[in-house]
């Protein structure tokens, strides 16, 4: 059901209005993580990872069951359009122990490798915003990160450092 519908929709302009259909039909949430998770080639992985922000930001319940899959995945995959789709994803959901220091990790690579599309370091500071609280300890590692960063940054990387800092320095 879900390669069928990303054949049918991917190109138009409403493709993220399908994410109300999982809204509404929650029994096809575990197909659409199966395609995003998935190795199979282009557009499924992306065009499905893309619809799960989408469903987080109506009911961020929905994906919670989904977490461990999400943290799985983002720890293997190098596609940049998915990792960035998880993040996402993963960013407004709960901390869980699950593979905590490997995702913690990874993150922390996220925001130093700036290979990284300018929307992966976002949404992956976003997350260390809540490890930082759970682990105070780490802000002066992703501080020390953070500075060597060079200038001119982009303007949704400077948003995301200044959203970084006030969250813990309210």
């Not at 929905?62 to 983002?74: A, T, V």
């Not at 596609?79 to 996402?88: A, E, G, T």
């Not at 122990?97 to 913690?104: A, I």
């Amino acid at each position: 059901m879900v390669t069928e519908l990303i054949d049918k929709t991917y190109r138009t302009q409403n493709f993220p209005k399908n994410a109300e259909l999982f809204i509404r039909e929650p029994k096809y949430i575990q197909e659409l993580v199966n395609v995003a998770i998935s190795d199979i080639s282009y557009p499924y992985p992306e065009y499905a990872s893309w619809l799960l922000p989408h469903i987080n930001k109506e009911n961020d319940r929905l994906l919670i069951p989904f977490q461990e899959q999400l943290i799985d995945r983002i720890l293997t995959s190098e596609n940049q359009s998915v990792l960035r789709n998880l993040v996402n994803t993963i960013q407004s959901l709960p901390l869980i122990d699950y593979r905590e220091s490997e995702l913690l990790n990874r993150l922390i690579n996220f925001i130093s490798d700036d290979r990284n599309k300018v929307a992966l370091f976002v949404y992956a500071l976003y997350k260390l915003i809540q490890f930082v609280k759970k682990y105070p300890e780490i802000d002066f590692e992703i501080k020390s990160i953070l500075s060597l960063k060079q200038e001119p940054l982009k303007p949704a990387m400077r948003i995301a450092i200044r959203n970084y800092d006030r969250s813990l320095n309210p």
